[in-house]
């Protein structure tokens, strides 16, 4: 791996991925923590936390512009932004089938799928994971 791509890219993107490396990192965490403890509550805050930084982070960075400075993947951050509100709301309602499908949802298709997207040829990240 060569980190060398992502910091010169500037403190914006290079934010917006080390959250979502941290969020990648701890949602199989959550997975295995028994649910409802301080521990799982704590680890949730700081993943949701992860998750917000990125999809708000990502309005300030305009790579496939479509719509003025925004693309599609501006619509999965208002998405991801709206979903992150509803699995706090179900949790605190004591919904807890409902936050753990949003919750998984969220991880599984905005985070390690759009993830992947990251890896595509010509994308900083794949830079940084499989060189130039």
Known sequence: MNWAPLWQAGPVVASHA????????????QFILPKGTALHRVA??????AMAFVAAGSFAIHGFAVIG?????????ALVLWQLWRAISH??????????????GLYGFALILAGAFTLV????MHAVAFGP
């Open 121 to 124: 040829p010509g994308r900083i």
């Open 18 to 29: 080390v959250a979502a490396i941290a969020a990648a990192l701890i949602g199989p965490l």
């Open 69 to 77: 400075p925004f693309g599609p993947i501006h619509l999965l951050s």
């Open 44 to 49: 949730g805050y700081v993943w949701v936390g």
């Open 91 to 104: 949790a605190r309602a004591g919904r807890t089938t409902a936050h753990r499908g949003t919750m998984i």
